[in-house]
């Protein structure tokens, strides 16, 4: 996002609540506990409760850095429910230079119903909302800040390491809507309109290397309404190690994103290019 921010500080009761929780919002993939594995052999209990903590050195969503391209904390929990239902809350660090005024912090809540379909694939419809505690997009003409927080509505197949995953913006996507096209991004936008209707498709292959690793390919194509300067594509390249309920993960990523909207700058004035490519390292525990 555009304008500077402060340097970012971080509470000990917001990273418990991270570390409370499974990071929905994070780019690498969970491993499966020893517990779930062994789970699988006998019939699953009506109620479930998992999580995860992860430690990374960049947050990437969608390809873009959240983190203004430094280390971010994640965590969450998911609630599995009768009939496929579940629920789940997931919280990461964020930089203040990209979401202005807030904790520096992501809240994410979600619920949705996934079922076995015919031919090995598995099927998943749900709900997603964004939150980000105290931030607000500046607006243009002057008045109150515009909250970034969205809700976007998913559908999502998967067959053996495939995975296709089709999300749609129900609300103006990351508070950008007329009032803010001036001021949302590092530079003014030449759309107008509301974004809500914007899209993002996620496709994923998980190729296991004998028992040492899994090697991972992402391609994804944000689509923002009303503002195709800012729509792009990103692709990630991973290989990732598990032992007992720890996985390390090393990944190449990058963007298509245009730099001049896609970057952010601190409280010195030092900009970062939020979209370029680069490595990402994490560290996650599953339990």
Not at 197 to 211: E, V
Request: net charge neutral.
């Amino acid at each position: 996002m555009a304008a500077a921010g402060a340097v970012p500080r971080f509470s000990l009761a917001a990273l418990l609540s991270l570390a409370a929780a499974s990071c929905h919002a994070q780019a690498e993939t969970s491993p499966v506990s020893a517990a779930s594995a062994a789970a699988q052999e006998s019939p699953a209990p009506a109620y479930a409760l998992t999580g995860s903590v992860t430690l990374l050195s960049d947050y990437r969503f969608r390809g873009i850095s959240q983190s203004w391209m430094g280390p971010a904390l994640q965590g969450g929990l998911e609630l599995s429910l009768p009939r496929g239902a579940y629920l789940g809350v997931s919280g990461s660090s964020v930089s203040r230079h990209s979401y202005l005024d807030g904790r520096a912090l992501e809240l994410d809540l979600y619920g949705g119903w996934r079922t076995e379909l015919p031919a090995g694939w598995t099927g998943d419809i749900g709900l997603l909302h964004y939150n980000y505690p105290g931030a607000r997009v500046p607006r243009g003409d002057g008045g109150g800040g515009v909250r970034y927080d969205t809700t976007e509505a998913y559908l999502a197949a998967s067959h053996g390491g495939f995975s296709a995953k089709w999300s749609l913006a129900l609300t103006p996507y990351f508070g950008l809507r007329d009032s803010t096209a001036a001021t949302a991004f590092a530079e003014a936008l030449p759309g107008s309109g509301s974004s809500r209707g914007s899209s993002y498709l996620d496709l994923n292959y998980q190729h296991p290397l004998g028992d040492w690793a899994v090697l991972g390919l992402h391609a994804g194509h944000t689509q923002v309404r009303n503002y195709s300067e800012l729509s792009y594509a990103d692709w990630r390249v991973s290989l990732a190690r598990s032992w007992g309920p720890w996985t390390a993960t090393l990944a190449w990523a990058g963007t298509s994103a245009d730099t001049r909207y896609y970057r952010a700058a601190n409280a010195a004035g030092q900009m970062q290019s939020l979209g370029r490519s680069g490595w990402v390292l994490s560290l996650s525990a599953a339990f």
